[in-house]
């Protein structure tokens, strides 16, 4: 655990940002390698004083905007240097940057000493003291959103990953959500049951969930704010607590990790439970996940089956393993009824954004483009890197069917551009205009909402150490998207 100390520990290293050569020799940095720091993420460690370079940031020859200065992966790199040492408190002098890039990179020294240890016999996390100057702590109380909200909240979200899916299954994570947010007085729960989704008639869920021992059950959480509600947004998540394939089960390792299919879920979590602390202004936040386990016995759904959803839309099932854009077709068509301003979901969707894009990147898609454009902008500024990802309307024909509305694959490769027709495939379910029956009917003006999806199947799990040395789960998306909300809410 961090924590802030009141007065500088005599042990303590101080920790010197160096940004030109000038300062390094200043320093007495002065072999050619350690002059070079100040253009290192690695940081150059010695007794009683730490040294981060913070001049990575020139530009390359290539096209690589992303390329540049973040504080939050700079306090992880400090985090995963002094991990193994015998350093356990840390002072900071002088800050160079804004006082909100001081939040950042606390909250990064905090992420990267997260462990999940659950399982093992002793703790492997790290007790680390930081002591700041006058001047810092000025910069430290500026600032609302301090690092250890969002802190918090991200460790319960990377648990909610990394449990395993018999401890965290679709009926255990309904309670431990109700029970998460139990005491905020602004904040509500609701909860369907297998039976209410079935008379609800949402088959995008019931199907794929019913082979479970555990069925599928949804949460709508809404987030009152302090006053006059002038925005409404709906987050909705993916919940797959496991996903084997289902009937087209997942073979030759895939399978392992899938406890990660409940990562949108998590990032949503870490978006409302950090909210649920700040209460905002003025922003209603709702958030739904229909949690669900794609699993396989006698009542498994079937490649052939043709789903009816909530939306009235018929779906043909080319592929049970495309089982996570069924729920979230039901799960975005409940977020219209909520008539909100925006909807956001978050889902470990396709493998073909991990091809795409690697693990560092969330595949990042929407209907409309000041939107699109808002959101990049508010996860760029906290490191959270998305890949612009067109949602072309030439593929849209990929996922239309024949004997019915739509289909859950595309029809002449999957593998192609599977994260893109993936999107197109949502983008069905946030116009009421293609919406059948009479619930949908009785609406007067049917509308397109607004909408985003980021595609986290890469950025949410690393199996390896990623570059930030932080392996499994990771809390993608939940600081760009609280950074997003914050920045609307007047
Ligand atoms: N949950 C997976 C996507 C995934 C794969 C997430 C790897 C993280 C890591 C999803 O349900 C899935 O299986 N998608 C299929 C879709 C295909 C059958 C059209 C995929 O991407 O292969
Ligand atoms: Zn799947
Ligand atoms: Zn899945």
Redesign the pocket.
């Known amino acids: 655990m961090i924590k802030i100390l009141e007065t500088r520990d005599a042990n303590a290293s101080e920790i010197l940002f160096i940004s030109n050569e000038n300062e390094a020799t200043t320093l007495g940095i002065t072999a050619i390698e350690s002059i070079q720091a100040y253009k290192k993420v690695t940081p150059l460690l010695e007794t009683q004083r730490i040294c981060l370079g913070i001049e990575w940031k020139e530009q390359h020859k290539t096209f690589d905007p992303f390329h540049r200065l973040d504080w939050f992966e700079l306090g992880a790199a400090l985090m995963q240097s002094i991990k193994h040492t015998n350093i356990n408190s840390l002072h900071i002098d002088v800050f160079p940057s804004s006082d909100s890039d001081l939040q950042t990179f606390l909250l990064g020294i905090a992420q990267a000493n997260y462990e999940f240890d659950t399982y093992l016999p002793k703790k492997k996390e790290k007790e680390i003291g930081i002591s700041l100057s006058n001047d810092v702590q000025n910069q430290y109380n500026a600032t609302k959103f301090k690092w250890n909200y969002l802190d918090s909240s991200m460790r319960i979200a990377r648990n909610m990953v990394n449990e395993t899916p018999e401890e965290f299954n679709p009926k255990t994570a309904v309670d431990f959500v109700k029970t998460q947010l139990r005491d905020y007085k602004h904040v509500s729960v609701v909860t369907m049951s297998y039976d209410d989704l079935e008379l609800r008639g949402m088959q995008g869920i019931t199907f794929v969930g019913r082979a479970s021992r555990y069925k599928p059950q949804m949460v709508h959480v809404t987030l009152k704010p302090k006053g006059v509600t002038k925005k409404k947004i709906v987050l909705v998540g ?1 919940g ?1 607590t496991y ?1 084997c ?1 289902g009937l ?1 089960i ?1 073979y030759g390792g ?1 399978m392992r ?2 406890k ?2 409940m ?1 949108g879920s998590a990032a949503m979590f870490g978006v409302i439970n950090t909210f649920a602390q700040l209460q905002p202004e003025s922003t209603e936040i709702h958030w739904i996940t229909a949690y669900a386990e ?1 699993m396989i016995d006698g009542s498994s759904y079937k490649a052939d089956d043709i789903v009816t959803t909530y939306s009235g839309q018929t779906v043909e099932v ?8 069924m729920t979230l077709a039901d799960m975005l068509a409940y977020a219209t009824e909520l008539n909100p301003d925006i909807i956001v979901d978050a ?8 091809r795409a894009w690697g693990h560092e990147f969330i595949s990042l898609m929407s209907n409309d483009f000041e939107l699109y454009d808002q959101i990049q902008l508010a996860m760029e500024e906290v490191g959270e890197w998305c890949a612009p990802t067109p949602l072309w309307e030439s593929l849209r024909s990929q996922v239309k069917g024949d004997a019915s509305d739509l289909i ?3 029809k002449t490769d ?2 192609e551009a ?2 893109i ?2 999107g197109l495939f949502l983008s069905h379910f946030v116009d009421q205009k293609l919406f059948r029956g009479d619930r949908w009917d009785k609406i007067d003006t049917k509308k397109e909402f607004k909408w985003a999806h980021l595609d986290i ?2 950025p ?2 690393n199996e390896k150490k990623n570059k930030i040395g932080v392996s499994g789960a990771t809390g993608s998306g939940i600081r760009g998207l609280v950074y997003w909300i914050d920045s609307l809410d007047m």
């Open positions: 993916k797959l996903d394939g087209d997942k895939s990790t899938m990660m299919d990562g794609n080319y592929n049970t393993d495309a089982e996570g854009r889902a470990t969707l396709t493998g073909a954004a991990i859950n694959t595309s999957s593998k599977g994260h027709t993936a199947a890469g949410a799990y």
